[in-house]
């Protein structure tokens, strides 16, 4: 992948990802190529404790989700899901060895937190990985983008996000055929199925993301953080509900009125309420 313009500083080091950010932008990168990138718990903590970061950054306005590549042989990967070989009896086991989903939790951030995130995609986004460019506010594919989803034909399914979601996108007919037949999509029927905003040589991929995020950087973000949470708020019942509303007290809290209600509480003195218009 070709460098953008932008000069990357590293923030932690981790043993499975890669963390930068630079003119307030965040980069995540799962690195295991040799994996195709699949994630082990440990890559998911990793990826949990970045976007907590991102999230928790007031000079953070987009996140930069990718996958390392390309590998030795020459293929690039966003992630190819759970990491098979650590697959126990009740999910994916750590060194500490306990069966975990933990990607659930990281999905979970990603949709809520107040950032813009958009998932960078060169080659495989598979099963897991799939999903979680799913759960990305937008998502850039390269040319050789590959999308799957494949737990039926390997002894998996993700009932949440991973169906219900991706039925809202590509909607219902479309969301069976991908999870009943398992079968790979090219970038271009990415595209056209609304799976993915645009497609780009590979070698602009990263270039092509910076740009987007840089765009996004010039609008107002209390306006990008109420739209994330009324876009949620569609689909993600009383969680949802509860991101909007949160948003509602968040602005509310901004105002003379309200500071006026917290002032007399505090003051013990009655508040002006007549200050205060009841708007049509
Ligand atoms: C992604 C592929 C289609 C790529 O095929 P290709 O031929 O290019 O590469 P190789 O197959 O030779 O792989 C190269 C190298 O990478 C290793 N590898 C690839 N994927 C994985 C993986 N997922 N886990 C572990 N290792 C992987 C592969 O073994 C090779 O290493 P060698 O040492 O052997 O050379 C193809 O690789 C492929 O199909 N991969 C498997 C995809 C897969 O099964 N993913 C898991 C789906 S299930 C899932 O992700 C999942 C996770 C969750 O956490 C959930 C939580 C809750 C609900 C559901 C969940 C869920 O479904």
């Known amino acids: 992948m070709s460098t953008a313009d932008i000069t990357w500083k590293p923030v932690k080091n981790y043993a499975d990802i890669l963390y930068h950010k630079a003119d307030g932008i965040a980069k995540i990168t799962i690195n295991r190529p ?16 970045a976007f907590a970061d991102a999230r928790e950054d007031q000079s953070i306005g987009v996140v930069l989700l990718t996958g390392a590549g390309p590998h030795t042989d020459g293929k ?16 994916y086991v750590g060194d ?33 990985g799939h999903v979680l460019h799913l759960v990305c506010d937008l998502t850039i594919s390269a040319d050789n983008g590959v999308f799957s989803q ?10 949440g996000f991973g169906s219900s979601y991706l039925a809202r ?18 970038a271009a029927q990415a595209l056209d199925m609304g799976l993915v905003n645009a497609v780009v040589p590979v070698a602009q991929l990263e270039a092509e993301g910076v740009k987007w995020a840089r765009e996004i950087l ?5 306006a990008i953080r109420c739209l994330k949470s009324a876009f ?44 205060f218009p009841w708007l049509p």
């Open 169 to 186: 996108i590509v909607g219902q007919k479309k969301a069976r055929e991908i999870w009943y037949l398992c079968r790979q999509y090219t």
């Open 34 to 49: 040799e994996k195709r990138n699949a994630f082990r718990p440990q890559t998911v903590f990793e990826m949990y404790d």
């Open 76 to 91: 690039y990967a966003f992630c190819a899901g759970g990491d098979q070989s650590v697959r126990g009896h009740a999910g």
């Open 150 to 159: 494949v737990g039926p034909k390997m002894g998996s399914f993700d009932g």
């Open 96 to 128: 500490d060895g306990v069966p975990r989903l933990n990607v659930l939790d990281l999905q979970k951030l990603i949709r809520s937190m107040p950032k813009v995130v958009i998932a960078l995609v060169a080659g495989y986004a598979v099963g897991g």
């Open 232 to 275: 949620n708020a569609d689909v993600d019942g009383q969680s949802g509900i509860q991101e909007l509303a949160g948003n509602a007290t968040l602005l509310y809290y901004m105002t003379d009125e309200a500071k006026e209600f917290h002032s007399a509480q505090r003051e013990k003195r009655k508040p002006d309420a007549r200050k």
């Open 218 to 222: 010039t609008h107002s973000p209390l």
